[in-house]
Nanobody, 115 residues
Framework: QVRLVESGGGLVLAGGSLRLSCVAS????????MGWYRQAPGKQREMVAI???????KYANSVKGRFTISRDNAKNTVALQMNSLKPEDTAVYYC?????????WGQGTQVTVSS
């Protein structure tokens, strides 16, 4: 069973930065897709930033230019650097990994951006 553990959420003022980390219980090379999703209250879960394969990335339009996804294969970690945060970025952020069409999810970490 794959475990994904997120960390790094918190409360920040608008314009500030946070860095989220997701550590996997096994090598992240096995995952076809790995990255970050978020769910705000009353809204559907949405893709934020993901790796497709080992190098290609995809970002939601709302975060392009502000968020950067990165990976450290040696540490089985995917990170999300979030800059210029806005109140609308407030959500629970989830790490997701996909392998052989099976989805694995972390428990989520709360990000709250106050204006």
């Amino acid at each position: 069973q794959v475990r994904l553990v997120e960390s790094g959420g918190g409360l920040v003022l608008a314009g500030g930065s946070l860095r989220l980390s997701c550590v996997a219980s096994e090598s992240i090379f096995r995952f076809d897709i790995m990255g970050w999703y978020r769910q705000a209250p009353g809204k559907q879960r949405e893709m934020v930033a993901i790796f497709i394969g080992h190098g290609s990335t995809k970002y939601a339009n709302s975060v392009k230019g502000r968020f950067t996804i990165s990976r450290d294969n040696a540490k089985n970690t995917v990170a999300l650097q979030m800059n210029s945060l806005k109140p609308e970025d407030t959500a629970v952020y989830y790490c997701k990994a996909v392998s052989n069409e099976y989805d694995y999810w972390g428990q989520g970490t709360q990000v709250t951006v106050s204006s």
